[in-house]
């Protein structure tokens, strides 16, 4: 067997080995992977649809559709951020090129998101609000966005065994961009003149153009996702550039 074959081996094991610990760890196991989006959603709906009389009949669905998308990303991106540090054991025991330790949060994470993406699908369709012509516009959508967060999570896991600290910036910026994301307001109640601006932050562009496909029937800004999509792929190259060229480093670092 050739190292290509083993290396995807290793992904495939692993990727479900996190999937059935994830599993394990609670009474309820795969229920969870519903319940957390739908808990959340309760929680938002409650102080903002309800406590704020911010929401309206479509509320429900549109809040939904951005915790989602935002769970998929927030997850990945911590856990690839750390992904190096985790599998600590493991690369100080066997040899393994350090670009395929993001991968498996990613892909156990990005499963676990087309399982409820699924459920998102159903909701939709039961609440009438769907807009199946522009959906295939999710697709690009999707495979953009899980670009983008490989990127970014390749990118701090390369930097994290060199600069610890860092992982205390990843927390709270990942906070600081869940509140500036547009998951429990409506962009469209920013002032016109700073829409463009906004989009500039990544996830705010991907939630609002997953409800303009999936909800509203619209297109969303081809210019954008083209952007992030060639921004992706250069910051993938750089981390992954930097990934290896301290790949016998970091054993001795973490």
Not at 21 to 41: H, N, T
Not at 172 to 198: Q, V, W
Request: glycine residues 6%; charged residues 15%; proline residues 4%.
């Amino acid at each position: 067997m050739n190292n290509k074959s083993t290396y995807r081996e290793f992904l495939l094991i692993r990727s479900i080995a996190e999937l059935k610990a994830d599993v394990r760890r609670s009474f309820l196991g795969v229920l969870w992977w519903f319940l957390e989006p739908v808990i959340y959603m309760t929680v938002f709906y409650v102080v903002f649809g309800l406590g704020l009389r911010q929401g309206d009949s479509g509320f429900v669905v549109f809040l939904l559709t951005g915790l989602i998308f935002w769970r998929w990303f927030d997850a990945s991106v911590k856990q690839c951020s750390s992904s190096i540090v985790s599998f600590r054991g493991l690369i100080g025991q066997v040899y393994l090129p350090k670009v395929l330790l993001p991968m498996v949060p990613f892909l156990a994470n990005s499963f676990r998101f087309l399982i409820v993406l699924t459920m998102l699908a159903v909701v939709l369709v039961g609440s009438s609000m769907a807009s199946l012509e522009t959906w295939w516009w999710s697709l690009p959508l999707i495979i953009c966005q899980a670009l983008l967060t490989l990127s970014i999570g390749f990118f701090l896991a390369a930097l994290i065994p060199l600069i610890p600290d860092l992982k205390r910036f990843v927390d709270y910026g990942m906070t600081l961009l869940f509140f500036m994301s547009a998951i429990f307001y409506r962009i469209e109640h920013i002032d016109p003149e700073k829409y463009f601006y906004f989009m500039f932050n990544p996830m705010a562009f991907f939630i609002e153009s997953q409800r303009m496909v999936l909800i509203r029937g619209e297109q969303p800004d081809t210019q954008f996702l083209i952007a992030y999509g060639v921004l992706s792929l250069i910051l993938m190259a750089m981390s992954v550039a930097v990934l290896k060229r301290f790949d016998k480093v970091y054993p001795k670092l973490v």
